[in-house]
């Protein structure tokens, strides 16, 4: 039965790739779940599925919380007003865009193997496991997408410790992919970190808040070239530099076909 089911899933997935790629590649990027799994979605021609392959709607991670301080607050509010801007017949969409975030990514991810459904039920997200509020990574994300740049704000919580009272440079690494990612992923589809490059040039106090300032640098084939600055929210201190390469992939990389 269950050898019957893996071979039927077999078949299936090449078909499904080709039509998944499409649908990501006419709409350009996969700038967040909802886009991925709306894609899914018109691959399988299914009008009616629902936007999200979970059974409970998620909870979007990047919204304000309680454990927000207010400079935290101060730079969502900054660019949160520039998603909207007012023109004479009103508002309408500004150049920015916040991103949700989740804590789950694609269900049907196995990393190449047939990852067991405990496995696959309890995986999360690295930076949105934990459900306290204000103890790891608290970020949100907002992208522009004409300039290709995104920005990030992100308040270090104090599980986050490395150096006392400073910021782990592991747990800035997680950010600056997260954010790198972020951008490759909206810009170009499904890609994978294959180069990550750091220069740590002054310590983050843990509770502190900066902000990761990302940018396209080129793309050659299927190499997506992105630059990360991290610095002080009024940007008169530099925390890290980074440039990160990215490779385009296609699902079967994921699936493990
Ligand atoms: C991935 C899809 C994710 C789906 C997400 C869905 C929803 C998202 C929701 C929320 C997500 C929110 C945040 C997450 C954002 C980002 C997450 C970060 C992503 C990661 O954290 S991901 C984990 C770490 N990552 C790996 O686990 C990769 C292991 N690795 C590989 O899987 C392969 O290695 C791969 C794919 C990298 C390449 O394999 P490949 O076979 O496709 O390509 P190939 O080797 O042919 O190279 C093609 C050209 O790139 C050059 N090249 C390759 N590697 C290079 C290197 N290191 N340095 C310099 N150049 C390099 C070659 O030299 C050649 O260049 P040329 O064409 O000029 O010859």
Redesign the pocket.
Known sequence: MIRRCLQAVRRFIPHYHALFQDAVSQRGL?E??EL?CSAHRSARGLSKMSLWPFSVSPRDFSQPNTSWNAEMQEVYDHYNALCEVKTEEGEKKGPWRKLPS?NR??KYATGGVYLSKIIQSKAR?FTRNIKEHGATFEYVVFMNKQEKRCVCAFQAGHLLEGPPGHVHGGAIATMI??VT??LA?YLAG??????LNINYRSPIPLGSVVVLHSALDRT????IFVTCRVTSTDESKLHTEATA?F?S?NMG??FGT
């Open positions: 996969a967040s779940p991925w989740y990514s694609l997200l992919d997260t990612g972020t992923g499904p890609i994978m970190t294959a180069n050659e084939g299927k190499k390469l490779i992939v990389h994921l």
